[in-house]
């Protein structure tokens, strides 16, 4: 397993791994019902049975979910919900289709949010608000970049492992969107350690058509286009140019990327780059479209939320939008369940937890019948050994 | 004057040896950890699910202190909780080669649902706390100052719950099977080149699962002393990025238990810092000293240390018969 000498390497038998998987002896039907949709079938049968054990009605919670999540207004929640995860979700897929683990996503989040909250509404009096928005949104996608660039760097140029470095920086930018939010962006009206709110105003516009006073409709901010666009723009970017497939090379064996003559340490850095501005925009879609302020405990943790939807959807930016539509509603109205079962909200950990543990089961039996792994672990995997020999 | 009253209170004895005594208290479970996790990753199995791990030892010793007043009880209660949930990694990741990155995710995003659902079920309105756990003191040097602390509530470095002195003597001896027996050698070679320990007629599935279980153990134990000697009660953020800690902590070790001893005491002694601070009217931000362990190691890192040792096998899961 550690010999890597070119001759070992030429013996490698071929075996299907490209990323949309092979389909050798079940459909492609079978395929997509095994891999992206039994976890979830499999997690919510295990949560009813959970429910059951401890006196619920698992009936009654599913469709309290549902009517938290979808009915009267709840529905604009949800789809405001979308806007942040499905933008932590594309950033995902780039980083995990170049074969990177980034998990420090909250580190990076939560700093964004910190600086544009901080900033936002100091702007906010002096600009036009379109230009302020726009402004912000550019920072905190920035804030989110530079975020990456160490881990960034010591992977390029020292091959030090992204893990180790990820989760150090996510503490250090936890830390550091507190220190800021108590200090320098503290609101001075008040002694709670929080940011001064924006005007509102001065937030993001709603999509048109999605206020109505008569229905009690506050409106769904644009945000949620703007994650939706950046979703196309991924999967263009990863399937139709030639930066995705550098990217996608560099996933799939870091080894051929070399021989390829790729610049494989700049790859690295515009992969990192890449994901940290998406994290960025998410911070700024919460911010600016739900919250308006930042409290310094605030720490809403997507992060890992979002990794099971993105392999579920097999590292897909479009394919990710329904599993987003799910998750978002999951939490929204699982909120609202759990307070009406007289459970915690956390129960929607568990189902989140679940579906990923049923998500590599399946993946194993799928393995085992038609091949191919869409999961980075499979590059991963390669690129360490490779990095060892 | 007054100043010179806040200088000899700040300094003295007894908020020195509070200091101690609070480094060792928040240091004592990462070090359990991360003893754990690098013997996990030392067989090549990078266990992502310690935070879970802990969860579940924090919880389940917890209750078992709880219902049998016993903090031995407890620990036990721990050890088995942790274990018993790195099971899954066992099954998932050694046993089948699953990915060891999201089956960890998936095993701490579970634990934290599981135990807070099953605590809010259990003590919603209870919330009970336990009481203050008993301390050995080593006779003789338990009389020094700030090092002894006898007769201080959280005692100090020499005056101590019990169990921490076996965990200290734990790493020592985890230190010494590692590099001086066969049994730690088949651990580093699981997890350099399983291949070659196969070939010995060793199990690597064996040694990886036997790994991956002292390492939920510990975690689990670690999560216990959290619950029962450290904070006296449970809570669903007790743990609060400890396992993530106790992870990197393993990766900086090198591989080498000790290191793995004075990184958890030193970020222990961050977090004593910053409680010290406050009652000194010290102006430091909590937040920046909780930063200053891993600002600390970067810059090691970036400077000096580069290439962070990790074994050549790390995360890969083994498979008889390809290469």
Redesign the interface.
């Given at each position: 397993?550690?010999?890597t000498t070119a001759a070992?390497e030429l013996?490698?038998p071929p075996r299907p791994r490209e990323v949309t998987g092979g389909q050798a002896q079940l459909g492609r039907g079978g395929d997509f019902f095994l891999r992206s949709i039994l976890p979830l079938v499999l997690a919510l049968g295990t949560g009813a049975i959970?429910l059951v054990a401890?006196g619920v009605d698992p009936i009654q919670y599913y469709k309290d979910v549902y009517s938290g999540g979808v009915q009267f207004a709840a529905w604009q929640d949800s789809l405001m919900r979308v806007a942040p995860l499905l933008l932590i979700a594309v950033g995902l897929i780039v980083v995990f289709r170049a074969g990177i683990?980034n998990l420090g996503i909250d580190g990076q989040f939560l700093l964004a949010a910190a600086v544009i909250s901080g900033i936002g509404s100091r702007f906010e009096e002096h600009l036009p608000n379109t230009i302020n928005l726009l402004l912000l949104f550019v920072i905190a996608g920035a804030v989110g970049a530079a975020w990456t660039i160490?881990p960034a760097l010591?992977k390029a140029r020292?091959?030090?492992?992204e893990?180790?470095?990820t989760?150090?920086?996510t503490?250090?930018g936890i830390?550091?969107a507190?220190?800021l939010v108590?200090?320098p962006f503290q609101d001075s009206s008040t002694t709670t350690p929080q940011t001064r709110a924006f005007d509102f105003t001065a937030l993001l516009p709603s999509i048109p058509g999605t206020e109505s006073t008569s229905r009690r409709w506050p409106g769904v901010h644009v945000g949620l286009l703007v994650a939706v666009a950046a979703a196309f723009v991924v999967w263009f970017l990863m399937s139709r140019t030639s930066l995705g497939l550098r990217l996608q090379v560099l996933g799939a064996s870091m080894r051929s990327a070399r021989h390829m003559g790729l610049d494989v340490p700049r790859l690295i850095i515009v992969a990192f780059l890449l994901s940290g501005f998406f994290v960025g925009l998410a911070a700024a879609t919460e911010i600016l479209g739900v919250k308006g302020y930042q409290r310094a405990d605030w720490n809403p943790a997507f992060g890992?939320?979002v990794?099971?939807l993105v392999?579920l959807a097999r590292l897909h930016a479009i394919g990710v939008i329904p599993y987003v539509v799910l998750l978002s509603l999951a939490s929204i109205g699982g909120d609202y369940a759990a307070q009406n079962a007289?459970?915690?909200p956390?129960?929607?950990?568990?189902?989140?937890?679940?579906t990923?543990?049923f998500?590599?089961?399946t993946?194993?039996i799928a393995r085992r019948t038609a091949g191919g792994s869409y999961?980075p672990?499979a590059s991963?995997?390669r690129h360490?050994?490779e990095g060892?020999g | 004057m007054t100043t010179v009253l806040a200088a000899t209170g700040v300094f003295s004895e007894q908020a020195l040896t509070a200091l101690v005594a609070g480094a060792i208290l928040a240091g004592v479970p990462l070090m359990f950890a991360a003893l754990g996790e690098l013997v996990s990753q030392r067989a090549g199995v990078?266990n992502?699910g310690l935070e879970g791990m802990m969860l579940m030892g924090a919880y389940v010793g917890f209750v078992a202190a709880y219902h049998g007043s016993s903090e031995w009880l407890g620990f036990g209660a721990g050890l088995l909780a942790g274990a018993g949930v790195s099971l899954?990694m066992v099954l998932?990741c050694v046993r089948?080669?699953?990915?060891?990155?999201?089956?960890g995710?998936?095993?701490?995003?579970?634990?934290?649902?599981?135990t807070?659902?099953?605590?809010?079920?259990e003590f919603?309105e209870s919330r009970p706390t336990l009481g203050a756990t008993d301390k050995v003191a080593i006779p003789g040097l338990s009389d020094l100052p700030v090092a002894g602390g006898k007769g201080e509530s959280n005692g100090s470095i020499f005056t101590q719950p019990l169990v921490v002195y076996l965990g200290l003597a734990l790493a020592v001896l985890v230190a010494w099977i590692l590099r001086r027996t066969h049994m730690g050698l088949n651990v580093r070679a699981a997890g350099?080149?399983?291949?070659a320990l196969d070939a010995a007629g060793v199990s690597v599935f064996a040694t990886r699962s036997w790994a991956v279980l002292f390492a939920g153990a510990l975690a689990g134990l670690g999560g216990a002393f959290l619950a029962i000697v450290g904070a006296g009660l449970f809570q669903?953020t007790i743990v609060g990025?400890r396992g993530?800690?106790a992870?990197?902590l393993a990766?900086?070790a090198r591989s080498r238990p000790l290191w793995a001893v004075v990184g958890a005491m030193l970020f222990g002694a961050s977090l004593s810092i910053a409680d010290w601070a406050q009652v000194a009217q010290i102006n430091i931000?909590t937040?920046?000293v909780?930063?200053l362990p891993?600002?600390l190691?970067?810059f090691v890192?970036?400077v000096f240390?580069?290439?962070?040792y990790?074994p050549?096998?790390?995360?890969?899961?083994?498979e008889r018969g390809?290469?």
């Open positions: 397993m550690t010999e070992a013996r490698e959970i401890i683990w160490v010591l020292y091959e030090l492992n893990i180790i470095t989760l150090m920086m503490f250090i830390n550091l507190q220190i108590k200090g890992l939320w990794v099971p392999f007289g459970l915690t956390q129960f929607t950990l568990l189902l989140v937890g679940l990923l543990l998500m590599a089961l993946e194993w999961l672990g991963y995997r360490r050994a060892a | 990078l992502i899954l998932f089948w080669g699953l990915d060891q990155i999201v089956t995710i998936a095993i701490t995003l579970t634990c934290e649902g599981a807070a659902l099953i605590f809010e079920a919603a350099d080149a399983p291949g669903d990025g993530f800690i992870i990197v990766m900086l931000s937040d920046f909780f930063m891993f600002l190691v970067l890192l970036v240390g580069r290439r962070a990790l050549a096998a790390l995360a890969l899961p083994y390809t290469r």
